[in-house]
């Protein structure tokens, strides 16, 4: 099930994703975060499942109530690229903890 499905208060600074997920008993919830830069890169102005550190150069950074990423990245020639990457497709809510989705594709997004 998408993490956004079962998560709210959804937020991103820095690069570190944080919510307020349901646990599996689907009755209490925990915060839970998830530091984004060790997983999503930027290739050529393009959010990049795979990579690291995309918040270094990266900035109108933020998630939408649908966990989808959106953000400026610094493309061929430092210009600014807007791109998205819809985070439930690598992320999941494991009993209230934010994690990746193991065998997550890669270039699905590239």
């Not at 109530?65 to 020639?77: F, I, N, Q, R, T």
């Not at 998205?84 to 989705?101: A, F, M, S, Y």
Request: net charge neutral.
């Amino acid at each position: 099930m998408p993490f956004a499905q079962t998560c709210e208060k959804i937020t991103i600074s820095k690069g570190v994703l944080s919510a307020q997920c349901t646990k599996a008993d689907g009755k209490h919830t925990v915060h839970s975060s998830i530091a984004l830069n060790d997983y999503i890169g930027n290739k050529d102005g393009q959010l990049t499942w795979g990579g690291k550190g995309f918040s270094h150069h990266a900035v109108d950074v933020h998630v939408n109530a649908l966990g989808v990423l959106s953000a400026k990245l610094k493309g061929p020639g430092d210009k600014l690229i807007e791109s998205k990457l819809d985070l439930n497709t690598h992320i999941r809510n494991h009993d209230g903890v934010l994690e990746p989705i193991a065998g997550a594709a890669v270039a699905a997004d590239a």
